[in-house]
């Protein structure tokens, strides 16, 4: 389970206008290059936290019915990229079900 798997929408709707306030703030005081360091670690949460968000969300329609022709084009764009990972994710376990790295170890002698 990730860090920020239960991540509420209105929690991470805040972190994003906060984060937006904090960028128009630094650039006011004529600070927002030399935070750089400090933006990237914000940027680097934020972008956990959106991801997990994103895949929540994807995954709590696949459980449900597939998203309407009228849905937002984005979150059809969402759905795909996870259904994506998770058929890659899948094959790859697939492929290594019954095999060992002991057993190719022995293969090569």
């Known amino acids: 389970m990730g860090k920020y798997d239960d991540i509420q929408p209105e929690d991470l709707r805040n972190d994003?206008?906060?984060?937006?306030r904090l960028i128009l703030r630094l650039e006011r005081e004529e600070l927002l290059l030399r935070s750089a360091p400090e933006l990237q670690r914000l940027?680097?949460?934020l972008r956990q936290?959106?991801?997990?968000y994103e895949v929540r969300g994807a995954r709590r329609l696949k459980a449900?019915?597939?998203?309407?022709?009228?849905?937002?084009?984005?979150l059809r764009e969402s759905l795909r990229v996870v259904r994506e990972a998770l058929e890659r994710e899948k094959r790859?376990?697939?492929?290594w079900d019954?095999?060992?790295l002991s057993d190719e170890d022995d293969d090569d002698e």
């Open 16 to 20: 994003l206008k906060q984060f937006a």
């Open 43 to 45: 940027i680097g949460e």
């Open 49 to 52: 936290k959106l991801f997990a």
């Open 64 to 74: 449900g019915s597939e998203p309407k022709e009228e849905a937002d084009p984005s």
């Open 92 to 95: 790859m376990y697939d492929e």
């Open 98 to 100: 019954g095999t060992s």
